[in-house]
């Protein structure tokens, strides 16, 4: 087939289709960030129906039967469960705000292509409970070590990162470099 548009025509045409694709894709992301927000929602409404049969449950087992062993441990264990249910939302991380402060302190030139995020999470040692951090990986682009020597110092310094690493393979290119990093949320 011969091609008959010139190569400002095919550059224009190029341009033009890489448009619609981001904003087919941009569209799509859209649309899967709506219904992600219509599933939490949900999450939302159906814990606090949970949570308002679980304290209507406890009401009725309260006063008629608190002197009955077995039936105060069904009160005991709904509590605990009512409790967990309720401590869901309070324990969670803002992930907004880590993104926030990471964008913050990203220097000039460097761009970030990658988030891992894991929350806080409470894991059962006996009968204790404990509090597990959460952690956040990172991946990205530098231009060059300068950049990304601000970028390990930014993040050292701040408080909500601990344990701040820095693989020795983000140091080997001193331009266009591909780093990753990874920290211990301390929230």
Known sequence: MINLLSLQDKENFDQEMRLRALSLFLGIL????????GFLAILKFSLAEQIHSYEALKDSFAPDYAEESELADIVRSANTQLSSISGFYKKQSNITLVMRHLSSMLPDGMTVTHITYEAPWE????????????????RGFSPTRTHLEAFMEAMNAEPMFTEVSFPP?????????????SAVLGL
């Open 169 to 181: 393979s983000n140091w080997v290119s001193p331009v266009n470099i591909q780093f990753s990093a």
């Open 30 to 37: 859209g649309v899967c960030f709506i219904l992600f927000l």
């Open 123 to 138: 894991r059962r040692a006996g009968k204790t409970m404990i509090q597990e951090p959460g952690t956040i990986a990172v």
